[in-house]
């Protein structure tokens, strides 16, 4: 079906994507998920053909585009068949990255920008600790003013790209905010891969996402130059906060994608295994079941594409963006089950690509606020 918020600009880029995609990652991407990582030269590849700053300025080596362009970046990557690659790069140019461009100063933008976009440098976003995980307010990670640094001490867990990357977008509590208003006092800071003090502690074994390295962090006292805090101090929870909303759209468009892609790989198969004298297609309890995925998954297409086009124009989107990733999230995880369901004991084994999805897709309704945290999120704003 066709959808009006995308330009003949957008569909080309698409169409340089999908190219890519099937060319230069999909063949690849079985490996990386066994090696548990992604090579140096993927991130250096999508830099060269413009893909890792598509919305960013264009006097940092960006491609000058809109939030949009990042949307289809999603969608087709989300067709390569590992959720870990595809979630990687999103964390890299979604979910850290622009709070660069929205809040660096331009010494922060002009060291750092380039080698993001170039792929040189990979970008990892530092918030969830042992103790906490949607609360962002409850942090408990530190940094100490001494001088013209900060003494940064703390740990931070599943932090994706966090086993090899470059650039760690870390948030640590400042100060103490009054009571009921713990999110005050937090702030935002640049840390560099290799810095004294700061250590992959753990590299993280996952259910899914297999080709994405994931990681606990550990800092004692690292040393943090002022110049690395990103933003205001003290007013870090406020500049997430504005950037959830491109983060959790990202989500969903992941797993909507992945979902799809799901759905095209069930109808191939039914219509290929035979059952019975005919082909599983011809089926009408199969048949029906190919309907409800289809329609559940159209329905949340236009709920993402709405938040997705509200975020685009700058407009508030927070009810919106939250039923889209609620929605969009649990149908993925339906379709999940139900493809897997359709292939049989095709579907259990890992040569089927339904099987690799079934185990990434369950990370989107965690990821990135809970499915509970969205309906909260949608409640109080309907009932307070």
């Known amino acids: ?89 999103l964390v890299h140019t979604d979910m850290s990255s622009p709070w660069l461009t929205r809040y660096g100063t331009e010494a922060q933008k002009r060291k750092h920008l380039p080698g993001i976009i170039a792929g040189e440098t990979v970008c990892a976003l530092g918030i969830t600790e042992p103790g906490t995980g949607s609360d962002m307010a409850a942090l408990s990670t530190r940094a100490v003013r001494r001088g013209d640094h900060y003494l940064l001490s703390g740990s931070k867990i599943f932090i994706t790209n966090g086993v090899y990357g470059d650039l760690y977008f870390v948030a640590a509590r400042t100060g103490e905010g009054p009571p009921g ?41 690292c040393p943090v130059p002022v110049e690395n805090l990103l933003g205001v101090e003290g007013r870090g929870f406020q500049q997430l906060a504005a950037g959830l909303q491109r983060e959790r759209t990202m989500a969903a468009v992941l797993a909507l994608s992945g979902a799809a892609q799901a759905l095209e790989d069930t109808v191939a198969y039914l219509r290929e295994r035979q ?32 938040a997705a086009a509200l975020y685009a124009a700058g407009e508030a989107c927070i009810s919106e963006v939250s039923m889209a990733k609620l929605f969009a999230t649990e149908v993925a995880n339906r379709v999940a089950y139900h493809a897997v369901q359709l292939h049989g004991g095709y579907g259990y084994m890992r040569e089927f690509h339904v099987e690799g999805f079934f185990r990434d897709v369950r990370l989107y309704p965690i990821a990135s606020g809970t499915s509970e945290v969205m309906r909260e999120i949608i409640a109080k704003r309907l009932l307070t």
């Open 1 to 89: 079906m066709k959808h009006n918020i995308f330009t003949a600009e957008h569909e080309m880029l698409r169409k340089t994507i999908r190219a890519f995609v099937e060319k230069e990652v999909a063949p690849q991407v079985a490996a990386w998920e066994e090696a548990g990582r992604i090579p140096r030269e993927f991130w250096r590849r999508m830099g060269q053909l413009g893909l890792l700053g598509l919305d960013f300025p264009v006097e940092y080596g960006g491609g000058g585009g809109d939030f949009l362009s990042s949307v289809v970046l999603g969608e087709e990557m989300a067709r390569c068949r590992s959720g870990g690659v595809a979630f990687s790069v």
């Open 181 to 221: 208003r713990r999110h005050e006092g937090i702030s935002m800071f640049l840390v560099e891969r290799g810095w004294p003090g700061f250590t992959v502690s753990r590299r993280l074994d996952k259910m899914g996402m297999r080709a994405s390295d994931t990681a606990a962090l550990a800092f004692e006292n």
């Open 275 to 306: 059952a019975f004298g005919e082909p599983l297609a011809a089926k009408q309890a199969l048949r029906h079941r190919v309907a409800d995925m289809a329609t559940e998954i159209e329905a949340a297409r236009r709920l993402v594409y709405h």
